[in-house]
T-cell receptor
Framework: EAGVAQSPRYKIIEKRQSVAFWCNPI?????LYWYQQILGQGPKLLIQ????????DSQLPKDRFSAERLKGVDSTLKIQPAKLEDSAVYLC??????????FGPGTRLTVL | DQQVKQNSPSLSVQEGRISILNCDYT??????FLWYKKYPAEGPTFLIS?????DKNEDGRFTVFLNKSAKHLSLHIVPSQPGDSAVYFC?????????????FGTGTSLTVIP
């Protein structure tokens, strides 16, 4: 079974630039999550999709972050414009139920 | 508001001894708890979980204990091996109005000394 795929693995941008991350969840997983993990902290949920609908985006900074899930499968997370404090690892995860989540390798973003 | 807390940022244990990682939570609506292991440059991987209807779950060298009255859970690794050196995250799940949600602690970095 293929795992959760994410790209790119690393990204370095200047502040005020835009960036996009891509996630392909495990086939058949209806729920998809995007997390932000700042160094030394645990993953923080940004947005949760159930199929292609948003079920929780309460912690997503909507003035600069946006996300979509195409046809209930792949998802993209965009930051526009980026700030220094957005430097973090962005993790995508998918799940069938509450028994577990499967995480991708993450995208490490550095904003200079 | 940190609903899941891991108060020990790091732990060092000799190989062959027991490692005990602790986690506390504040939300009594949580009814499912998970432990994840994370190596550098990789995403977290699922290790073991426990439902709130149980107080213990065992899988090989890993055992998770849940004390609901104290809102506390712990992960025991016996015996500890050098390959267990990683960051361990505790997570809790609850059935909210918006579906399945997971809340993570800040992690404990375990070092197993050969």
């Amino acid at each position: 079974e293929a795992g959760v795929a994410q790209s790119p693995r690393y990204k370095i941008i200047e502040k005020r630039q835009s960036v996009a991350f891509w996630c392909n969840p495990i086939s058949g997983h209806a729920t998809l999550y995007w997390y932000q993990q700042i160094l030394g902290q645990g993953p923080k949920l940004l947005i949760q999709f159930q199929n292609n609908g948003v079920v929780d985006d309460s912690q997503l900074p909507k003035d600069r972050f946006s996300a979509e899930r195409l046809k209930g499968v792949d998802s993209t997370l965009k930051i526009q414009p980026a700030k220094l404090e957005d430097s973090a690892v962005y993790l995508c995860a998918s799940s069938i139920d509450r028994s577990t989540q499967y995480f991708g390798p993450g995208t490490r973003l550095t904003v200079l | 508001d940190q609903q899941v807390k891991q108060n020990s940022p790091s732990l060092s244990v000799q190989e062959g001894r027991i490692s005990i990682l602790n986690c506390d939570y504040t939300n009594s609506m949580f009814d499912y708890f998970l432990w994840y292991k994370k190596y550098p440059a990789e995403g977290p991987t699922f290790l073991i979980s426990i439902s709130s209807i149980k107080d213990k779950n065992e899988d090989g060298r890993f055992t998770v204990f849940l004390n609901k009255s104290a809102k506390h859970l712990s992960l025991h690794i016996v015996p500890s091996q050098p390959g267990d050196s990683a960051v361990y995250f505790c997570a809790a799940s609850g059935k909210g109005d918006t579906g399945n949600q997971f809340y993570f602690g800040t992690g404990t970095s375990l070092t197993v000394i050969p």
